[in-house]
């Protein structure tokens, strides 16, 4: 089992920068691949970010690229997304995700990420 806690979202106006992070807990950390979606109201929950068990191969949504980073810290088990020049667009919730099934490949399919944290909302005003 892989427990997920997300923290750091808030509100914040268009063109700011907000962090939020994701601590992981239960299996060893260093050994599946981690991701970030976010879900709008009435929208399908959609990828944003993804990065290997070494964190060495990233990915990103083509709306994010550029803006947004992704990171992970294995010595205190936390994966990150920085995320620059917000857009109003960018109000989500914003989940992470662990993948222990394919952890050599950044995954964008959220149907291919096993547990999954309770999500933290990001709000971006005009």
């Known amino acids: 089992q892989v427990q997920l806690v997300e923290s750091g979202g808030g509100l914040v106006q268009a063109g700011g920068s907000l962090r939020v992070s994701c601590l992981a807990s239960?299996?060893?950390?260093?050994?599946?691949?981690m991701g970030w979606f976010r879900q709008a109201p009435g929208k399908e929950r959609e990828f944003v970010a993804a990065?290997?068990?070494?964190?060495?191969?990233?990915s990103y949504a083509e709306s994010v690229k550029g803006r947004f980073t992704i990171s992970r810290d294995t010595g205190k088990n936390t994966v990150s997304l920085q995320m620059n020049s917000l857009e109003t667009e960018d109000t989500a919730v914003y989940y992470c995700?662990?993948?222990?099934?394919?952890?050599?490949?950044?995954?964008?399919?959220?149907?291919?990420?096993?547990?999954w944290g309770q999500g933290t909302q990001v709000t971006v005003s005009s």
């Open positions: 990065t290997t068990w070494s964190g060495g191969i990233t």
């Open positions: 995700a662990a993948d222990i099934t394919n952890p050599q490949t950044p995954v964008v399919l959220p149907r291919l990420y096993e547990y």
């Open positions: 239960g299996r060893t950390f260093s050994r599946y691949g």
